[in-house]
């Protein structure tokens, strides 16, 4: 079992009368990247802010490492790069005045900090934007200069408050690929967002949050399994739709079968199927055999990743505080 980088027991945050977060048991593995998803005022940011040592808890207990945020917060930060969801105002700053700024709130080595902004805004893909004024970047390119900078320490937790709120479809897969490529390189990463598909497919665990409460939280694939939702499979094929059609119609774990525009005119035609599936096993291989022996060409079986909005439907109400 890997251990887990983040724990936190009972944790609550009362705000006069608002509970904004209730009793809150959260564990991230290390190595993983942890979606915390919920509606705008459910508590990720509170969270957040006190796992970071930003703000403390009314009551119960977070561990960074095994270190409590109530005991030792200066070491804690030394382990977290935390970005937070507004960027602040440095817009008569160059890009690599913002780095050394940070370099040096860290006590980053005169000597190192030349190369260290050299290696990190490569990274993000900055580097020839270096010498720019930060207010001249793009809301995507302030993200990523951000991201950066919450690495100056090389941190082994991230922390990240909707990294991909407000990004054009092109900056959130930009976004992604750096999620990935850091996960890579051994940091586990925490995100924020109320936009579940937002950035679910690079999440490799989710937890949701509502009005203070953690309603679910584990592996992706798990979840969807342990709530024993549908999965809904996209099947392509270059022809034998008949066949296909006719097995999916014999299947005891299979429902609402749909086929795709353009229909196919004849056997010999293309086709795409869509279906829902409730069987708990993720092996195909029996389905797939039977659908080969009836005469299906197929081309792609693909299963759709909505199922995660499914799980976010299914336990959470939409409320908020
Ligand atoms: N300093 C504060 N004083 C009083 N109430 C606060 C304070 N900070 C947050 N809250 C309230 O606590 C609740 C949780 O807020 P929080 O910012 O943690 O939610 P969030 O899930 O991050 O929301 P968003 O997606 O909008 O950022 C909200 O109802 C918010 O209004």
């Known amino acids: 079992m890997p251990e887990a980088i983040v724990q936190t027991r009972g944790l609550t945050k009362i705000y006069g009368q608002l509970r904004a977060l209730d009793n809150l048991d959260l564990e991230i593995e290390q190595g ?22 930003l703000l403390e808890p009314t009551s119960g207990e977070a561990w960074i490492n095994g270190l409590s945020v109530r005991d030792e917060p200066e070491k804690i930060r030394m382990h ?12 008569d700053m160059k890009v690599w005045e913002y780095m050394d ?3 040096r709130c860290y006590k980053i080595p005169q000597d ?26 793009s809301r995507g390119m302030k993200q990523r200069l951000c991201l950066a900078r919450t690495l100056i320490h090389d941190p082994d937790l991230l922390v990240l408050d909707e990294p991909a709120s407000g990004l054009d479809p092109r900056a959130r897969i930009e976004m992604r690929e750096l999620l990935k490529e850091l996960r890579s390189m051994g940091k586990t990463i ?9 950035l679910a497919d690079v999440c490799t665990h989710i937890g949701i ?13 798990e979840m969807i399994y342990r ?9 392509v094929l270059t022809g034998g739709a008949s066949g296909a059609l006719e097995v999916l119609s014999s299947t005891n ?13 004849t056997d010999e035609d293309p086709a795409t199927i869509s279906f829902g599936l409730t069987s708990p096993s993720n092996n195909y291989s029996p389905l797939i055999a039977r659908l080969i022996e009836a005469g299906a060409q197929i081309r792609e079986f693909v299963e759709e990743r909505g199922d995660l909005e499914d799980v976010f439907m299914q336990v959470t109400k939409g409320e908020v505080q």
């Not at 993983?32 to 970071?52: D, Q």
């Not at 977290?80 to 817009?91: A, K």
């Not at 190192?112 to 970047?137: A, F, H, M, P």
């Not at 709530?227 to 099947?235: A, E």
């Open 80 to 91: 977290i790069g935390y970005m937070p969801d507004f960027f602040g105002v440095y817009g």
């Open 32 to 53: 993983s990247i942890y979606g915390f998803i919920g509606p705008n005022g459910a508590g990720k940011t509170t969270c957040m802010r006190i796992l970071c040592t």
């Open 253 to 265: 774990d299979v429902n609402d079968v749909q086929i795709m525009e353009p229909a196919p005119q």
């Open 209 to 221: 949050i509502e009005k203070g409460r953690l309603l679910a939280s584990g592996q992706v694939d």
């Open 112 to 137: 190192r900090i030349g190369t260290l902004t050299d290696e990190l805004l490569e990274l993000v893909n900055l580097q020839d934007k270096k010498d720019d004024y930060v207010e001249s970047l």
């Open 101 to 103: 700024f940070f370099a």
């Open 227 to 235: 709530l024993q939702l549908q999965r809904r499979i996209r099947l």
């Open 190 to 198: 925490m995100l924020s967002s109320h936009i579940l598909t937002e």
